[in-house]
């Protein structure tokens, strides 16, 4: 009558974990999300929201680096960043203000500050401070609306989504990221742009969660990056760039140290909806973006999240 496996024998099975702290961790009980990538073998990583919605990441449980550290890390930019998490939306210049596209997947719950005008008719389409909802935006998208024609303040507080540059001077007028307020509109009207290209971002469906992180990294490049990480992961040694790139690299991407077990790989392609072959079993460029993205989508609203105690979750591991 002896029971064969022990509590202590069972362990978190590999793959990748999504939770909250269910309100615990700050006052006001706001639900501060958080993902865990668990190898067999390897060190972990994990992704967490703060109160004020800034994505981290650890690795090993160290002291908590911006997201966006280890994504310059893995080689983007900040463009390339924005681009991963964000939809971008045209601003058109016309001579009767901004147009900007009517997109009804994206408008539910928004609640206009002045009224949004239907760009081709000119009639009001929606009045300021009324409620979208799902069946008003698939109405006026059936009538036809196309094109809103935004006021310049409302469009206070939207992003550029890339940088805006004097291709003659080198000249940056705005950066990707960048908060569009009067002074930046007005030097961008002065170039004469007939198109911006802005962040899809509206507070309510997405949130400004990886742009603001962006904003608080004090790093802007992979070098830098690299080197904050090894700062962590090895402190009190004087870092070089060579022996940070190669830290980073054998952390997750070499085979000798990092192993997700067959096991782990499966249950994260099904989790992330990936298609990476089970052979591959260190982790790639794409599974850190999905995992960061689902965790983003779980703080938009989107999503489920895992239930820890699930014996499904769980493994044994025979002595």
Same mark, same amino acid.
């Given at each position: 009558?002896?029971?064969?496996?022990i509590v202590s024998q069972m362990h978190r099975s590999p793959g990748v974990f999504f939770?909250?702290?269910?309100?615990?961790?700050?006052?006001?009980?706001? %639900?501060?999300?958080? !993902?865990?990538? =668990?190898?067999?073998?390897?060190?972990?990583?994990?992704?967490? $929201?703060?109160?004020?919605?800034?994505?981290?990441?650890? =690795?090993?449980?160290?002291?908590?680096?911006?997201?966006? +550290?280890?994504?310059?890390?893995?080689? /983007?930019? *900040?463009?390339?960043? /924005?681009?991963?998490?964000?939809?971008?939306?045209?601003?058109?210049?016309?001579?009767?203000?901004?147009?900007?596209? $009517?997109?009804?997947?994206?408008?539910r719950g928004i609640k206009p500050t002045s009224d949004l005008i239907d760009a081709k +008719?000119? @009639?009001?389409?929606?009045?300021?401070?009324?409620?979208?909802?799902?069946?008003?935006?698939?109405?006026?998208?059936?009538?036809?609306?196309?094109? %809103?024609?935004?006021?310049?303040?409302?469009?206070?507080?939207?992003?550029?989504?890339?940088? =805006?540059?004097?291709?003659?001077?080198?000249?940056?007028?705005?950066?990707?990221?960048?908060?569009?307020?009067?002074?930046?509109? !007005? +030097?961008?009207?002065?170039?004469? %742009? @007939?198109?911006?290209?802005? %962040? *899809?971002?509206?507070?309510?469906?997405?949130?400004? $969660?990886?742009?603001?992180?962006?904003? #608080?990294?004090?790093?802007?490049?992979?070098?830098?990056?690299?080197?904050? =990480?090894?700062?962590?992961?090895?402190?009190?040694?004087?870092?070089?760039?060579? !022996?940070?790139? +190669?830290?980073?690299?054998?952390?997750? $991407?070499?085979?000798?140290?990092?192993?997700?077990?067959?096991?782990?790989? #499966?249950?994260?392609?099904?989790?992330?909806?990936?298609?990476?072959? *089970?052979?591959?079993?260190?982790?790639?460029?794409?599974?850190? /973006?999905? #995992?960061?993205?689902?965790?983003?989508?779980?703080?938009?609203?989107?999503?489920?999240? *895992?239930?820890?105690?699930?014996?499904?979750?769980?493994?044994?591991?025979?002595?």
């Amino acid at each position: 009558g002896t029971e064969r496996v022990i509590v202590s024998q069972m362990h978190r099975s590999p793959g990748v974990f999504f939770d909250h702290d269910r309100g615990k961790t700050h006052s006001s009980g706001k %639900l501060l999300f958080a !993902a865990r990538i =668990i190898p067999y073998r390897g060190s972990w990583l994990d992704f967490e $929201f703060d109160a004020k919605d800034i994505v981290y990441v650890r =690795i090993d449980r160290r002291r908590k680096l911006p997201v966006t +550290t280890l994504l310059y890390a893995l080689g /983007l930019d *900040d463009e390339e960043i /924005l681009a991963t998490f964000y939809d971008r939306v045209v601003l058109k210049s016309t001579k009767d203000g901004w147009r900007m596209p $009517f997109r009804p997947d994206r408008m539910r719950g928004i609640k206009p500050t002045s009224d949004l005008i239907d760009a081709k +008719t000119g @009639k009001v389409a929606i009045e300021a401070g009324r409620k979208v909802t799902a069946r008003l935006a698939k109405k006026l998208a059936d009538e036809g609306l196309k094109e %809103l024609l935004v006021s310049e303040e409302d469009l206070h507080g939207r992003y550029l989504a890339q940088d =805006i540059v004097n291709l003659e001077t080198g000249e940056i007028y705005g950066e990707a990221g960048e908060e569009l307020d009067a002074k930046l509109l !007005a +030097t961008l009207k002065d170039l004469g %742009l @007939k198109e911006i290209p802005i %962040l *899809d971002i509206d507070h309510v469906n997405v949130g400004a $969660f990886i742009r603001n992180t962006l904003h #608080v990294d004090k790093n802007s490049n992979t070098e830098e990056a690299l080197l904050d =990480i090894y700062r962590v992961m090895r402190p009190g040694e004087p870092p070089t760039p060579e !022996a940070a790139a +190669t830290l980073f690299r054998g952390i997750f $991407f070499d085979s000798e140290r990092y192993d997700l077990s067959a096991v782990g790989r #499966v249950k994260m392609n099904m989790r992330l909806d990936l298609d990476a072959p *089970d052979t591959m079993r260190t982790l790639r460029k794409e599974d850190i /973006l999905a #995992v960061i993205q689902t965790l983003v989508d779980l703080r938009d609203g989107k999503g489920e999240i *895992d239930d820890i105690d699930h014996l499904g979750n769980r493994r044994v591991r025979s002595v």
